[in-house]
């Protein structure tokens, strides 16, 4: 049986899209970007906190660069694609220059979706755009996540033309349900996950 991650030599092209480092539940620290190669742009989850400098210049100097040493793992988001894992034993580099530009137009792998589609295709962690109108609060509590803290959380029922869901908020920020907003839609990024058994 093969594994489901496999090491790859090198990648080459221009990095986007660099987060903040975040914390995982294992209290591993890590940030994420994106690697624009020459005929796709690939995710990519950097567990190397330190090199979080050297990944926001290439970006912001829009600097060549190859990344060796990467595994590739089954995308969490995408299915059928693989994400591209840094850590420390991975070696980068500038280099001087490649077969294709820096694309200036503003990329994201998080994609449009239906409040029908994520419903019919609930992958946990899958994160995805949706525009969707606030029906009404539901709920007010708070629940210990899964990296073990407590949170405040609010539920709403949201829909759109196809269905109608949960999402919860976590945090102290709310949904402001204005009367006055055209149809009172809004755009959303979320993360799928299920939570208390039902899909948030």
């Keep these: 049986m093969t594994s489901p991650k496999k090491l790859k030599v090198e990648v080459e092209g221009f990095i986007h899209e660099v987060s903040d480092v975040k914390e995982g539940a294992s209290r591993k620290k890590y940030f994420t970007a994106v690697m624009q190669e020459a005929k796709k742009h690939t995710k990519m989850v950097i567990f190397s906190p330190q090199r ?6 290439a970006e912001k100097d829009e600097s060549p660069v ?7 793992s089954p995308s969490r988001q995408k299915q059928g694609d693989h994400d591209i894992l840094v850590n420390d034993k991975s070696r980068l580099t500038c280099v001087r220059d490649l077969a294709f530009v820096f694309d200036k137009k503003p990329y994201s792998d998080v994609h449009l979706r239906t409040l029908s589609d994520i419903l019919a295709d609930p992958r946990e962690h899958q994160r995805v755009n949706v525009v969707v109108k606030i029906m009404e609060e539901r709920e007010k509590g708070s629940s210990v996540t899964r990296s073990n803290k407590m949170m405040n959380r609010t539920s709403y029922a949201i829909s759109d033309k196809t269905a109608s869901i949960l999402i919860t908020i976590w945090g102290d920020d709310t949904l402001r ?3 006055c907003r055209p149809a009172n839609l809004y755009a959303f990024c979320v993360a799928v996950t299920h939570f208390e058994l039902k899909l948030r």
């Design 52 to 57: 979080h400098n050297w990944f926001n210049c």
């Design 66 to 72: 190859k990344v060796e040493n990467i595994i590739l």
């Design 177 to 179: 349900i204005d009367k």
